[in-house]
């Protein structure tokens, strides 16, 4: 009953924090809080299991529309227990790091974003393909919400933008899913969308195309270039917890995609397009860098990083070793805290000043030491400094890489110098130099509440990168099956 709890309680506490809209705001807050922590406490209990057959620590299964098929079937591995345990981790951190920014229509606001989680933690659990597609779904509603009612200037274009690639996009991928139950029925007279009753499914010259529209749809949402475009317009206008929500979770359940459902469902297929798909890896991993130098907004050179960062998730999955495999699940886990964390500190400075404005900011350290030693550590943990997390993953994927193409690992190598450059120039022009005439003269540094969410994200972005050990082995019987043969 944990798997069914997980992604019933956010629901329920939503929907408890919308009715409690007429009390009081904090009544909401507190709600949506209180429903993450409980959350969170259910699912560090999975983590002392011993792993099964095929490393799953704890499998259910229920009918729903057992003419068609179709199951409630639900099911934890290490892979999946990481990720899930980040959604509940950075979800309490951006009810926190909301607190005092949504001020109207508090109520709806967490309805919005626990249904998100509840999304996207259904996503890491599903193992039927049509209960995975509802989750899919069921995520990008409330997100689209989220950033076209509390975001910011342009947040409708945005939204709609958002909404209209990803469902796009998933469309095309359950036109795909409904293919290959097609071909399992025609080969085997049984309609099922079981996950695993599906693995091994021989669909012959029809599994390339059918393997594309799962690639496209998780390339979108990583996201991968030329699909990105959606990405810097979200980042940019939505509200800080929109933001971290969607750098840290949402993008990831792209990369999770890749591995649970694309890669092990047509292994030939993608191995015969993994050339191609690690060299849109690495284009990304130099085009997301270059492309956060021509910024001024400082949200929306945060988005491109991610479009760098991620091309790693993208070129660690098809090159398929053990060691990439191993990158790819920090750098998922590594990239949320520290994107995640950048996003807040971009939304406390706006609070402050009023805008994202690069030219208009400089000299903030004299009078705001905590936030400018907490930004240097997250620009460092995103230039890949040793001691931080975020180098650890990096360099596992690039060594992984290594084994399968020399020339694609040497371009995406190169890119980290870049990822350097930007990440020391946002804490050049927000910290040091000549203090601009904006903002409150009162202008304060980071409160209680501020530093103990970022401290969090501090302690561990540094407690993986000194010890990532205890991550990966919860992960390696998980990845073991996922690898690319």
């Not at 709890?5 to 807050?29: C, I, K, M, N, T």
Request: hydrophobic share 60%.
């Amino acid at each position: 009953m944990i798997l069914v709890a997980l992604f019933l309680v956010p629901l329920v506490g939503g929907l408890l924090a919308w009715l409690a809209r007429d009390r009081h705001a904090l009544f909401s807050r507190w709600i949506s809080l209180a429903a993450l922590a409980i959350d969170l406490v259910l699912a560090l209990r999975l983590w002392g299991r011993d792993a099964g057959e095929g490393g799953w620590i704890a499998l259910a299964s229920w009918e729903w529309i057992p003419r068609l098929g179709i199951g409630l079937r639900l099911g934890v591995d290490g892979l999946s227990l990481i990720l899930v345990s980040l959604t509940l981790f950075l979800g309490i951190l951006s009810v926190a790091a909301s607190w005092t920014e949504i001020s109207r229509r508090v109520g709806f606001f967490h309805f919005n974003l626990l249904w998100t989680l509840a999304g996207v933690i259904g996503v890491f659990l599903a193992l039927d393909l049509f209960l995975f597609y509802f989750f899919w779904e069921l995520m990008l509603v409330p997100m689209a919400f989220l950033i076209g009612i509390w975001g910011h200037e342009n947040r409708r274009y945005a939204a709609i933008k958002f909404f209209l690639f990803t469902q796009a996009s998933g469309l095309l991928m359950l036109v795909s899913i409904l293919g290959l139950v097609v071909v399992h029925w025609r080969r085997t007279e049984i309609l099922t969308f079981d996950y695993l009753a599906l693995l091994g499914t021989t669909a012959g010259t029809a599994q390339l195309w059918l393997l594309l529209g799962f690639v496209v749809a998780f390339a979108v949402k990583l996201p991968a270039v030329p699909f990105h475009t959606w990405l810097p317009d979200a980042h940019t206008e939505a509200p800080t917890a929109g933001s971290v929500i969607l750098a840290g979770l949402l993008l990831k359940t792209g990369g999770y995609g890749l591995l649970r459902f694309a890669v092990p469902l047509f292994p030939e297929a993608a191995r015969q397009i993994a050339p191609w798909a690690m060299a849109i890896g690495a284009v990304g991993i130099v085009y997301g860098a270059v492309l956060a130098f021509a910024q001024t907004d400082l949200k929306r050179l945060i988005a491109y990083t991610s479009v760098s960062h991620l091309g790693f998730v993208l070129l660690g999955i098809f090159a398929g070793g053990a060691l990439a495999l191993q990158g790819v699940t920090l750098q998922m886990v590594c990239h949320g805290l520290s994107t995640g964390a950048l996003f807040i500190l971009a939304g406390v400075l706006q609070e402050r000043l009023g805008t994202r404005d690069l030219r208009q900011m400089g000299g903030f350290w004299a009078v705001a030491p905590r936030m400018g030693a907490l930004a240097m550590l997250f620009a460092m943990a995103s230039l890949g400094l040793p001691g931080l997390g975020n180098f650890v993953a990096e360099l596992l994927v690039l060594l992984g890489s290594f084994a399968a193409s020399v020339s694609i690992t040497a371009v995406a190598t190169a890119a980290l110098v870049l990822a350097t450059v930007y990440s020391l120039w946002i804490v050049q022009r927000v910290f040091h130099g000549p203090r601009p005439q904006i903002g409150s003269p009162t202008w304060s540094d980071l409160s209680p509440r501020e530093t103990l969410t970022l401290a969090a994200m501090a302690v561990a972005l540094v407690w993986l990168g000194l010890f990532p050990q205890p991550v990966i082995d919860v992960a390696a019987p998980a990845l073991a099956a996922l690898e690319l043969p």
